[in-house]
């Protein structure tokens, strides 16, 4: 792909790797590098107070809080992050408890991905230094076929183009980012699956009216509730795609809630204003392979998962940790055999995840489709997650993603 505009009389200047976005995989790969010399600069088109306070996942899974730990880059998630070890289905008028950590030995850790963001920004421009541009426009890539590709972009402040040179280029820049336009359909072709449902993705003012992640399977359709914060509550309630959120009064939200989740012995649902209301259809895609020349994708730019089962973010940092090492082994060894394994290496975990998303969404959607047949089927899926150890622990450790 060609840029649309002449970048040659951008003024030119020269750092080994340039990341374009700054989300988790993006600062985490910025801040790995930092720490062991190695150059390079993070441009990232929002604010900064923009992506510190983005609405998106809030489940860690325990190995990556191990990850992070080893760079540094968890003081504060380990001593704020509230541990989750269970999880409890609603169906059919009762409550199931799912102890998913005694099988599988890990935990989840609650803390909402603006939080790590705004963590990972202070770590690597306040505290180690690091070169971070916001507000960048109009990013382009050129000559990333070859060994020397550069980056242009626009500066916010004086409207001038600027170019920089590298030796690489990292595309953590999400779904809606620049950098996958650069990859050749026909050399990286996307693949993907459309659930044909949809989630209303709810923040209330709200104390959490359970102690774990609950998730309700109704007819009417799925919903669920999982705690952000002691005042914050995340819900969501299963919609038709494309819905309009103006669709859902406050009153139409809490009384779907309230059918849908409520069974006898459990706790009502504490109700408090909505603070986001916003439809996610449901869908997933796999970009493969996961680069192009001099230029590698990391996270939502290279795959998506929907948050059926908290794996966006998760998957973004196990990219973050493999780019970082490669970069880091190429800068600094001229061995590039990791950033030629990257692709292949990040996909194994990516198609594992992206299997277990369809699995467990059958489980939650079947018995709201309308099909007798999907529900039944969906139905039994779950009495036997419950009764067999053997199906529970295979539950446990792709829900908590202990897949080496």
């Given at each position: 792909m060609n840029p649309a505009s002449p970048t040659s009389s951008a003024p030119a200047e020269r750092i080994p790797v340039v990341i374009v976005g700054a989300g988790p995989a993006g600062l985490t790969v910025a801040n790995i590098l930092r720490a062991a010399r190695v150059d390079c600069v993070v441009l990232e088109t929002e604010s900064r107070q923009f992506v510190e306070q983005r609405p998106r996942a809030g489940f860690i899974e325990e190995w990556a809080v191990r990850a992070l730990s080893r760079h540094g880059l968890a003081d504060r998630l380990v001593e704020r992050a509230r541990p989750h070890h269970e999880c409890e289905f609603r169906f059919a008028g009762e409550r199931h408890r799912f102890r998913y950590a005694e099988p599988a030995g890990d935990r989840h850790f609650v803390y909402p991905q603006p939080l790590l963001v705004t963590d990972l920004v202070r770590e690597y421009a306040d505290v180690r230094g690091g070169d971070i541009r916001f507000g960048v426009r109009d990013v382009e890539l050129t000559g990333i076929e070859g060994t020397e590709p550069s980056v242009s972009y626009t500066d916010p402040l004086t409207g001038a183009r600027?170019?920089?040179?590298?030796?690489?280029?990292?595309?953590?820049?999400?779904?809606?980012?620049?950098?996958?336009?650069?990859?050749?359909?026909?050399?990286?072709?996307?693949?993907?699956?459309?659930?044909?449902?949809?989630?209303?993705?709810?923040?209330?003012?709200?104390?959490?009216?359970?102690?774990?992640v609950v998730f309700g399977i109704h007819p009417r359709g799925f919903a669920a509730h999982m705690a952000r914060s002691p005042e914050v509550t995340r819900y969501y309630l299963e919609c038709p795609p494309g819905d309009d959120p103006e669709n859902w009064s406050h009153e139409r939200v809490w009384a779907e809630l309230h059918a849908r989740l409520a069974v006898p012995g459990a706790a009502p649902l504490t109700e408090g204003r909505l603070i986001e209301k916003r439809v996610l259809d449901m869908h997933n895609y796999v970009v493969e392979p996961m680069s192009y020349g001099r230029l590698y994708l990391?996270?939502?730019?290279?795959?998506?998962?929907?948050?059926?089962?908290?794996?966006?973010?998760?998957?973004?940092?196990?990219?973050?940790?493999?780019?970082?090492d490669a970069l880091i082994a190429f800068c600094g060894e001229g061995d590039d055999s990791g950033l030629r394994g990257y692709s292949a290496a990040c996909l194994r975990r990516v198609w594992e995840y992206q299997e277990f998303s369809r699995w467990f969404a059958e489980l939650l959607h079947g018995p709201s489709s309308g099909d007798p047949f999907r529900a039944g089927a969906a139905a039994a899926r779950l009495r036997r997650l419950l009764r067999s150890p053997a199906a529970g622990a295979a539950f446990a450790e792709s829900y908590i993603g202990a897949t080496p």
């Open positions: 600027r170019r920089v040179d590298c030796a690489v280029v990292a595309g953590c820049d999400g779904a809606r980012g620049v950098t996958r336009r650069y990859l050749p359909s026909e050399h990286a072709p996307v693949s993907r699956f459309e659930y044909g449902v949809g989630w209303l993705a709810l923040l209330a003012e709200a104390p959490p009216s359970s102690d774990c990391a996270g939502d730019s290279a795959h998506l998962v929907a948050p059926i089962a908290a794996k966006g973010m998760n998957l973004a940092l196990h990219d973050a940790f493999l780019l970082a």
